[in-house]
T-cell receptor, first 111, second 115 residues
Framework: KQEVTQIPAALSVPEGENLVLNCSFT??????LQWFRQDPGKGLTSLLL?????REQTSGRLNASLDKSSGRSTLYIAASQPGDSATYLC??????????FGAGTRLFVKA | GAGVSQSPSNKVTEKGKDVELRCDPI?????LYWYRQRLGQGLEFLIY????????KSGLPSDRFSAERTGESVSTLTIQRTQQEDSAVYLC?????????????FGQGTRLTVV
């Protein structure tokens, strides 16, 4: 059974810091891995999607990497801002419309 | 059944017609999400319902898309004047609360094909 773990569960950093969020999964047979952002009371905003054949994706200050063989993905956020404060979710698509989400990392960026 | 149920499982419609997709969440789940998944792509968030709060419609791609939910029960996603670009699998998920660390349970999806 695919399990997705995110570390740390919570993170508080001062504005301007670069940070890394980690996601690990137990079964490397995935179709893609997606990073989402969730703000309180809101739905999910997709940040980056990495297909199983890719190793990384970049969007603005965000960079996500994927190492399928070791079952790991990282989300790198450069020059963090208070507006980045949210919960970040990693989701693994295992096919058959089964997307497994991690529990999330709650990020707080202090001004 | 105890899971999230979606109907129909498959829908083929002619371009320009309206379609209605249904989602029955797990009983007691206050949060309900609709996603779209185009072939070979990840989940695209469409809309989020949380209890009796105003829904988050920020993901709806155009005004042809709308969704309703009565209380904490059934939700319907309506697409008016369907276009071929609307062809995708539409997934519904529910969770006990809207907190990010509660597991979301997905239905099997409705595969929509617009011809």
């Amino acid at each position: 059974k695919q399990e997705v773990t995110q570390i740390p569960a919570a993170l508080s950093v001062p504005e301007g810091e670069n940070l890394v969020l980690n996601c690990s999964f137990t079964d490397s047979a995935i179709y893609n891995l997606q990073w989402f952002r969730q703000d309180p009371g809101k739905g999910l905003t997709s940040l980056l999607l990495i297909q199983s054949s890719q190793r990384e994706q970049t969007s603005g200050r965000l960079n996500a990497s994927l190492d399928k063989s070791s079952g790991r993905s990282t989300l790198y956020i450069a020059a963090s801002q208070p507006g980045d404060s949210a919960t970040y979710l990693c989701a693994v698509d295992t096919g058959g419309f089964k997307t497994i989400f991690g529990a999330g990392t709650r990020l707080f960026v202090k001004a | 059944g105890a899971g999230v149920s979606q109907s129909p499982s498959n829908k083929v419609t002619e371009k320009g017609k309206d379609v209605e997709l249904r989602c029955d969440p797990i009983s007691g789940h206050t949060a309900l999400y609709w996603y779209r998944q185009r072939l070979g792509q990840g989940l695209e968030f469409l809309i989020y319902f949380q209890g009796n709060s105003a829904p988050d419609k920020s993901g709806l791609p155009s005004d042809r898309f709308s969704a309703e939910r009565t209380g904490e029960s059934v939700s319907t996603l309506t697409i008016q004047r369907t276009q071929q670009e609307d062809s995708a699998v539409y997934l519904c998920a529910s969770s006990l609360t809207g907190e990010a660390n509660t597991e979301a349970f997905f239905g099997q999806g409705t595969r929509l094909t617009v011809v």
